[in-house]
């Protein structure tokens, strides 16, 4: 779709309307051995969750979202992330994240979930992600250091993040994300606060009805 409004909405009239997946965040609550509650045929979702569209993460950008002052950011718009992001810059202490999906458990400091491939805007960094599939595509980064991270700008800039090390993707349908250690770690969805880990993230399939362009490729 085009950025200009103007001409995304001329798209509408040959559009067709497809119903999507969803993310549904809540809070994890462990059993005592581990184990938590997991989705699944005739489980309800909890009522303190929160739906999103396009992506979710918990890391660096978890810590700038839920760091952002609601006046500011109401005052200067986009400018309010970018000063939370330079007060992070200097201060973030790379907490570590347990990241289990499945049989499938890692240790990470960042870690994106996508439902699109776009994040942020132009930046693109859960590529495999497909709107119109029933699946989340997460991203892990298990780098701990400044210079680390700074490494990976140019990497995804150039479309090759995935060429470093520490960097891990795959498909699922749920994702549990937990600290590692007695640090708090933080998370977001679709730019929005969803406050401190350990919390879930879910599929929930045909949620949503899109309009959606012909020229679509999927």
């Avoid at 103007?6 to 051995?33: E, H, K, Q, W």
């Avoid at 933080?186 to 309009?211: K, T, Y």
């Amino acid at each position: 779709m085009p950025w200009d409004i103007p001409r995304a909405a001329r798209l509408i009239p040959a559009s067709s309307v497809r119903r999507v997946a969803l993310g549904y965040v809540s809070p994890f609550t462990s059993n005592g051995n581990g184990n938590g509650h997991k989705s699944g045929p005739g489980n309800s979702l909890p009522k303190n969750g929160r739906y999103f569209l396009c992506v979710a993460g918990a890391g660096p950008d978890g810590a700038i979202v839920n760091g952002v002052d609601p006046q500011l950011k109401k005052k200067t718009g986009i400018l309010a992330y970018w000063a939370e992001g330079m007060r992070q810059l200097f201060s973030y202490g790379f907490p570590e994240m347990k990241i289990s999906s499945g049989a499938d458990e890692r240790t990470a400091t960042t870690v994106i979930i996508g439902r699109t491939v776009n994040y942020g805007g132009p930046f693109k960094i859960t590529t495999g992600a497909n709107l119109f599939e029933d699946s989340f595509e997460v991203l892990t980064n298990s780098m701990k250091s400044r210079l680390g991270y700074a490494s990976c700008l140019p990497a995804l800039w150039l479309g090759k993040l995935r060429t470093l090390d520490g960097i891990s993707a795959w498909k699922t349908t749920e994702v549990v994300c937990q600290a590692a250690g007695p640090q708090p770690a933080f998370a977001q969805v679709d730019g929005e606060p969803v406050g401190q880990l350990p919390l879930v993230f879910r599929v929930v399939p045909n949620a949503l009805s899109l309009v959606v362009p012909a020229t679509s490729a999927n």
